[in-house]
């Protein structure tokens, strides 16, 4: 509990003073999360609630010129998180995305069309097909 109204600004100023780059801790507005990149982007309309933003996000809009779609996703071709470089950056609708990475056929009335059923990751990320089998997932 704050005694008097003076240690109440003073604490106010402290706080004010050690946000962003005037605090000890802070590391450029960039962070991980998940193994993806973040930054700093307040007014961004994806930001979260912090204000931060996926990396691989901003650098697909500003080679597109525009922001993306909401139901377009940016895929890492080689399966690396953190390698945001364009030509590793992929645009796909969500759907797709799906397919290709997941390896669902079609979504139809919230249930998915499994097609590979046992898989692995190969050495660059990717998932290799062990054995086909369809069936049902709700």
């Known amino acids: 509990m704050i005694k008097s109204e003076k240690q109440r600004l003073h604490l106010e100023k402290l706080n004010k003073n050690q946000k962003e780059k005037n605090n000890r801790n802070w590391k450029g507005g960039k962070k ?6 973040m930054v700093l982007c307040k007014r961004h309309p994806r930001a979260n609630k912090e204000g931060y933003i996926y990396e691989h996000i901003l650098i697909v809009e500003k080679e597109l010129n525009r922001y993306i779609l909401k139901n377009e996703v940016v895929h890492h071709k080689n ?15 969500v759907g797709k995305h799906i397919k290709e990475e997941h390896g669902y056929s079609e979504i139809r009335n919230n249930k998915i069309s499994l097609f590979a059923k046992k898989r692995k990751r190969d050495n660059f990320g990717k998932f290799k097909i062990l ?8």
């Open 32 to 37: 991980k999360h998940q193994g993806y990149l």
């Open 79 to 93: 399966g690396i998180k953190d390698d945001n470089r364009i030509e590793n950056l992929k645009l796909t609708t």
């Open 131 to 138: 054995e086909v089998k369809k069936s049902e997932v709700i």
